[in-house]
């Protein structure tokens, strides 16, 4: 059984060109209900059933009740202003707070080079391997740092008041490995 193409929401409506966070609160959302789709759809559900149950021997003489349509609960959306209007710069906002770390270890890494330090502690037996997990383990904890005062300022600072704190712990610690691997090309 399916809706006239006409009456349903056509695929260019599907997803807004700029996303906001927000319920679905539309005059077209509900083209399902108002086409009479719906009750179509219990009358040929219900001729069914009762099919199936006289075949089965099962004729039962309860009236059912009418078709009864409600959303997929989800909790009350709090409407948050901050959210909205940031929503495209906060992307860009994150990535901009690792660059003083980046900058740091990039201007370190080139220290090392100019005076040689890592040919003299060749000479000394110091193999490759081990000089890059130094600098790996360092930028790790320089950029932890940077990770850590995010997380204090995004979660305790009000900014992201309606996420949860596990996804604002989880996702700024994994841009980390990335981007020192990203500093040490080999």
Avoid at 51 to 61: D, I, M, S, V, W
Avoid at 135 to 152: E, G, K, P, Y
Wanted: hydrophobic share 45%; proline share 5%.
């Amino acid at each position: 059984l399916r809706m006239n193409g006409l009456l349903k929401v056509g695929t260019g409506e599907i997803a807004m060109r700029f996303w906001s966070p927000s319920p679905h609160n539309g005059f077209s959302h509900r083209r399902y209900e108002w086409s009479g789709f719906v009750f179509l759809q219990d009358i040929v559900d219900r001729s069914v059933i009762s099919l199936q149950e006289e075949r089965a021997g099962l004729t039962t003489q309860q009236v059912l009740p009418a078709s009864y349509i409600q959303e997929v609960p989800f909790p009350c959306h709090c409407w948050d202003t901050f959210l909205k209007n940031s929503v495209m710069v906060l992307p860009m906002s994150l990535c901009l707070s690792f660059i003083y770390s980046v900058c740091v270890i990039v201007r370190n890494v080139v220290h090392e080079k100019e005076a040689r330090i890592r040919e003299a502690m060749q000479q000394m037996g110091l193999s490759n391997s081990v000089h890059w997990c130094s600098w790996f383990i360092t930028s790790m904890l320089q950029m932890s740092l940077t990770s850590t005062m995010l997380v204090t300022i995004l979660f305790f600072g009000n900014i992201l008041r309606h996420s949860d704190f596990l996804f604002v712990v989880v996702v700024p610690p994994r841009w980390i490995p990335s981007n020192s691997q990203l500093l040490f090309p080999s």
